[in-house]
């Protein structure tokens, strides 16, 4: 047996073989079988966020609900009336800082001036 055919012995077996290529193709097609894709999880998690979002209440539950904790009220107008009126009796922070600018200045108009034309007046 010459040294070609012993190559060309050799060259056929490794053509037999199966190629990486070949390999690596059965691979990402098992795992494409067997995985589920990307656009259907998204689209699980968006059927299921949007079947989540329709259990929370919405905002005319809201305010359904308001307008029945205040059956007092004759209509929805006055019920938002009172709650508003309600709100505007608690102390807010501009009457706070009102407050204090007035202590301030009241304090102020205590103590002694020391300007220039105090000490002026004082001098004659």
């Known amino acids: 047996m010459s040294f070609s055919d012993v190559m060309a012995k050799k060259v056929r077996e ?4 199966p190629s990486m290529i070949d390999v690596f193709t059965a691979m990402s097609l098992d795992r ?5 894709s990307l656009l259907d999880a998204f689209t699980a998690m968006t059927i299921k966020r949007r079947e989540e979002e329709k ?8 305010i359904q609900a308001i307008a029945k904790e205040e059956r007092t009220e004759s209509s929805m107008m006055d019920a938002f009336t009172a709650m508003t009126i309600k709100r505007r009796e ?5 009457d706070a800082f009102t407050a204090m600018t007035i202590e ?3 304090q102020e108009a205590q103590e002694p001036k020391t300007g220039f034309l ?7």
């Open 14 to 17: 490794e053509r037999e073989k």
């Open 32 to 36: 494409r079988e067997n995985e589920e």
């Open 55 to 62: 259990a929370q209440p919405s905002f005319m539950d809201l």
């Open 90 to 94: 608690q102390p807010s922070m501009i």
């Open 104 to 106: 301030r200045r009241e």
């Open 118 to 124: 105090d000490f002026m007046v004082g001098l004659a």
